[in-house]
Nanobody
């Protein structure tokens, strides 16, 4: 029983930044690997990156490296996605999800938050 709620999306101009948050329920948050995904209009869902329960192991897809930062605050049951140097290709609904381990399947999903980047 894990519930995830994303927030922080909005409209930004190209080159700007946003910080998304994903608030999780439950006292076992620190045992979950948390992933970020996104889905653009007319596109398939795309994996962005993940962070393990300790916050020490993080993986990003190539398009996110150098621009996006995933972090977590286990005391607040929250994971973050900081996005810098945004471009129009980053426009999508962003989802967070929880997995049992760093290589596990994502069993729990949030409802998503919209990010729109204008040119």
């Amino acid at each position: 029983q894990v519930q995830l709620v994303e927030s922080g999306g909005g409209l930004v101009q190209a080159g700007g930044s946003l910080r998304l948050s994903c608030a999780a329920s439950g006292r076992t948050f620190n045992s979950y690997t948390m992933g970020w995904f996104r889905q653009a209009p007319g596109k398939e869902r795309e994996f962005v990156g993940r962070i393990d329960g300790t916050g020490r192991n993080i993986y990003y897809v190539s398009s996110a490296k150098g621009r996006f930062t995933i972090s977590r605050d286990n005391a607040k049951n929250t994971v973050y996605l900081e996005m810098n140097n945004l471009n129009t290709e980053d426009t999508a609904v962003y989802f967070c999800a929880a997995a049992e381990n760093f290589y596990g399947r994502y069993d729990y999903w949030g409802q998503g938050t919209q990010v729109t980047v204008s040119s």
